[in-house]
């Protein structure tokens, strides 16, 4: 029988030599709060350096051609489609995969955590991607940005968050697919996240607000 190889997760693995024409670069990630240097084909996706560089193999390769959503990742804060970028053009960016999006001693994000009390996810194939687009989804409606389905009144007010309505979860949502149809699930649990967002803010508006000024004394009246 022959023993499984075993390799330490965090290993980078040794770059191959270089084939006749190959173009290679040096490459500076922080994935996950953590740093990389890189020497990379230039035609090397994100996607791939991260499951066949770093064994960040959360990031699901699905169409490999931005249409499933499967690979979403966040790119300085911002989703993207990891199987599109080339890594190369990422240089000294902060990646944030589903790796990162739980807390350093292993407990869940609120967003986890609300995939799992609302069965958001049936195979978990997309779950990565749905994830980390959710986190982006989240992101941009707190700091207000408008998307397809957005009223003209709200959508012209960029200073208030966007309210996060089913409407708006699913079209905000709709470069993610999950062939198992967990959409309710998953609309439900970034509405709860979205919910539970709001009312923090609220909370943390009431405390910021600074107390009414005492009121005056009434002068005695002397007759």
Known sequence: MVAARTRNPLQQRQAAPAAAGQVRSRVALRVNGRAHVLDLDNRV????????QLDLTGSKKGCDHGQCGACTVLVDGRRANSCLLLA?????????????LAA??????????????????QCGY????QLCSAVGVLRE???????????????????????????EIGERLSGNLC???AYNGIADAVAACADAEAAEAAQAADRAEPP????????DVIA
């Open 45 to 52: 996706t994100l996607l791939d350096a991260l499951r066949e």
């Open 88 to 100: 190369v053009t990422l240089d000294e960016c902060e990646i944030t995969t589903v790796e990162g």
């Open 104 to 121: 350093p001693d292993g407990a869940l994000s609120p967003l986890q955590q609300a995939f799992l009390d609302h069965d958001a996810f």
């Open 126 to 129: 997309c779950t990565p991607g």
């Open 141 to 167: 409606a707190a700091a207000g940005h408008p998307s397809h389905v957005t009223g003209a009144a709200t959508a012209a007010d960029t200073s208030r968050p966007v309210v996060l309505s089913a409407e």
């Open 179 to 181: 062939r198992c149809g």
């Open 212 to 219: 009414p000024p005492p009121a005056s004394p009434t002068p």
